[in-house]
């Protein structure tokens, strides 16, 4: 629409509050084989976790530092959410977590310094 001074107006809508069918994980028919008995294949995969395809395929080798948990069917490799899911949450630490990992250290150091020192 324009204005009285002929210029465009751009009208735009106020934003929405979020309601739960708003979230991809909460509608019907988001991911019809997101159930709880299928299984993904390795671009599903790939996909959920945002890395390459190749990557995925390194997390799988014998030898991988860091491996993801999948299930080996002949030639093919197949996952599941629940299980890659869990294996994220292992995955994460908080800073908090690691804080009070390293202030431990940090009190065991030091006391076991003291404790060694004799008196004279």
Do not use: C
């Amino acid at each position: 629409m324009r204005n009285q001074s002929g210029l465009i107006e751009v009208r735009r809508k106020p934003p929405r509050a979020a309601r739960p069918v708003d979230r991809p994980e909460d509608r019907t028919g988001a991911n019809p084989r997101a159930d709880r008995g299928s299984l993904w294949d390795i671009a599903e995969v790939s996909a959920y976790l945002q890395i390459p395809v190749s990557s995925v395929y390194r997390m799988t080798a014998r030898k991988a530092r860091v491996r993801i948990p999948h299930i080996r069917i002949g030639a093919t490799l197949r996952f599941r959410q629940s299980d890659v899911d869990q294996w994220l949450t292992l995955l994460t630490t908080s800073n908090i977590e690691a804080l009070s990992k390293m202030r431990q250290k940090v009190s065991k150091v030091t006391h076991a310094d003291d404790s060694q020192a004799t008196p004279r």
